[in-house]
């Protein structure tokens, strides 16, 4: 999903650590070539994630600077390209392999179970690298000076594979989720507050049923 877009659903994140001393901007871009896109087009894989430029979702290289700092803000885009087989086609496709197989081995009434496993992979690789990855972007803006990083996604799914790719890219950090009322807390003045509250800066998660996938989703989906 763009973050440039007219409206647009995202959550945020505190990092957690310290990035290490030196040129920010060339850590940064460093950190982000490790965990770059790589194309899975002329291959059989079935995924692909990885960092991409935001306004070029060919480039992960970020070997350009300004391509991906504005200010203290750092812009980036997750790019997850998948394949995906219709149910209904591969079981068509197994069961020609499977009378195939039947039909050189007389004698077996029945294909063995490894041997239909092994049928079954070699059905999904040959329908696989027929088939076009589908691609899916995802923008995220990254604030050095607070500390915070918004994600354009409130799918659980994306935002897991975000988490992990960015704690893989940039070590010694994670990401926290910022906890609606934490974020309503910080901007409540201090008179208003009620004075035996509980504080809530800091909480990023709720336990069922008010969280799916121990993430908090509804209130940080912002127009």
Sequence with gaps: MGILANTVSFCQYRVLGT???????????????KGGFRPIDG?????????VALDDPRDASFSFEPAFRRDHYLAFSLR???????G??????????ENEFLAA?????RVPRQKREELREAVRGALFAKTLPAPAIYDAVWDTRRGVVSFASLSPKVLELFENLFKQSFEGLRLVPIHPFARAEAVTPEALQ?????????VARLPAPHARGGLWRGAVHLP
């Design 19 to 33: 990035p290490p001393a030196g040129d920010p901007a060339a850590w940064a871009g460093e950190s982000l070539a």
């Design 43 to 51: 291959t059989a894989e079935e995924l692909s994630v990885g960092w």
């Design 80 to 86: 997850r390209d998948q394949r995906r087989i219709p």
């Design 88 to 97: 209904a086609l591969l079981r068509a496709h197994l069961e020609a392999a």
């Design 105 to 109: 081995h007389p004698g077996l009434q």
């Design 194 to 202: 009620p004075a035996d509250a509980p504080s809530l800066v800091g």
